[in-house]
């Protein structure tokens, strides 16, 4: 063994992940961790649907960056759900019906992604879903915050924005229940169905969070101050979740990768809430659609032009 | 380079009227990956041993292959379906050696027939990767040929032609580099001494890449004990969200 010198910064910090299998660095995952913390604190969200497709550019193999990414996002949903906690923002009861829902989901989502690696499918699926859900999510995002901000810009008095408090279909499921801090008296099957649902996508690496809070505020019709918070909660217990199905059944959880993304996570996400103490909240969500867009553009360019190497090679595990 | 010159004249004084033999040694006979592995170099060195210690005349040639374990490998290739590219046709190779790498002291197709550089597996072209499936043989060969080039690029099927050094007929090195991204196992470093287009003598040499330390640590607890894994991997995230909170709380 040599003496070990003092570290050299100008040299690349080269790391070995021991699940994905290869020489990465450090400094970059770091980095990497830190600019989708940075977003993830000015949005409030989970950052799952940034940090898959970059850590899948940067080179680690599709479903070790869906499984750790899975772990990242528990770390960066626990500081911001303990924040809505302390403030008494979030909906427990709706959240537990969430969390029920989404734990199935997470399963059904396992079984999914298990037939599909099986079938050599899996890396083209991820970026399916992922352009589709982020082209539809970044488009009524994006003409959604263009209308406030025109509305803004336009003098004279602003008519508040309507919600759309009653889908015909969601009031007209059986055992309604009251949901007290949502506001809300419907039967708990809606959340639990969208809960299914998130639970499903967050097994390809998608904390849900921008699924969620769409459908919670739209679909179900929530109060808005306890939105965020509750989609926090659920993402915790869900993301947990799917890391433990990862970590059990495709072994693909790469703990040194996910520490080092939440390192840089941690530090990125304080940044990102001062940062978007700035900025109005509406020109916000203008930035947050076009960053949305732009990964789904990328994403779909990828998809759409012809690759580089057409030949793919599976090992047996 | 002089305990192998060493062992040469050693051997060249003590030998009788036995076959040539070919005394091998490895720079590195276990190469261990941990945090900072970030790829090796390998010196392959020996020295020839004539029968007699007489060295005839002509120069030999000598093929140096490093080989890892071969596994099963299935290769896709993408297709446009609805104007997305998606994988569509497969064929599967049963043994694929995880790393291939040869260095050869002339261009391979210089030093032997192709007969005899397919039975020794020199060169990457002459791997027998065992398809399985029953494809025709023109599509198995189209998809070894992607497979091949997919190693190249990931550096882990490698032909160096020309770099094995030879020191007066007797001598002879090579470097074979390992990339960062090996697969673990029991390796081999084969050496082929070519005489007049026939392999005269060769011999075998083991080296063993694992994960040490840390590295072998994760890797078996997320492998042996994944559940256990699973749990800690939560608890880190749960841990580092915390952090945050209470830093943020603070600012």
Known sequence: MRPTPGYDWRKPMNLYLPIAELSVNAFVIVLLGAGVGFLSGMFGVGGGFLTTPLLILYGIPPTVAVATSATQITGSSVSGALAYLRRGQIDLKMGAVLVAGGIAGAGIGQVIFRQLQKIGQIDVAINVVYVLLLGGVGILMLRESVTTLRRAARPGPHPPVRLRRHVPWIAGLPGRTRFYRSGLFISPLAPLLLGLVVGMLTTLGIGGGFIMVPAMLYLLGMSASAVVGTSLFQTIFVTAMTTMLHATSSKSVDIVLALLLLSGGVAGAQFGVRAAQKVRPEKLRLFLALLVLAVAIALMTGLTLQPRDLFTLYGQS | ?251
């Open chain 2, 1 to 251: 380079m002089n305990r192998a010159a060493g062992l040469a004249l050693a051997w060249l004084a003590l030998s009788g009227a036995a076959p040539t033999m070919l005394i091998t040694d490895i720079s590195q006979g276990r190469i261990d990956i941990n945090t900072t592995f970030k790829g090796a170099d390998l010196l392959v060195y020996g020295a020839i041993q004539y029968p007699a210690g007489s060295i005839p005349d002509g120069v030999p040639d000598i093929a140096v292959v490093v080989r890892g374990p071969a596994e099963p490998i299935t290769i896709r290739k993408k297709a446009r379906v609805a104007g997305v590219w998606i994988n569509t046709d497969s064929v599967h190779f049963e043994t694929v050696p995880g790393f291939y790498s040869v260095a050869t002291t002339r261009p391979i197709a210089q030093i032997a027939d192709d007969r005899t550089t397919a039975i020794y597996e020199i060169g990457v072209g002459n791997l027998q990767l065992s398809p399985a499936s029953g494809a025709s043989g023109a599509q198995t060969a189209a998809f070894e040929q992607g497979l091949i080039a997919a190693k190249r690029r990931q550096g882990l099927f490698a032909e160096a032609e020309g770099t094995v050094t030879l020191t007066r007929n007797v001598l002879y090195s090579a470097r074979i580099t390992i990339p960062a991204a090996v697969p673990v196992g029991e390796y081999a470093a084969e050496i082929y001494l070519i005489r007049k287009g026939r392999v005269i003598a060769s011999s075998t040499t083991p080296i063993t890449i694992d994960k040490s330390g840390f590295e072998r640590w994760i890797y078996v607890a997320a492998h042996e004990h994944s559940l256990l894994y699973g749990l800690a991997a939560v608890a880190a995230a749960l841990f580092a969200g915390w952090v945050a909170s209470v830093v943020t709380r603070r600012a």
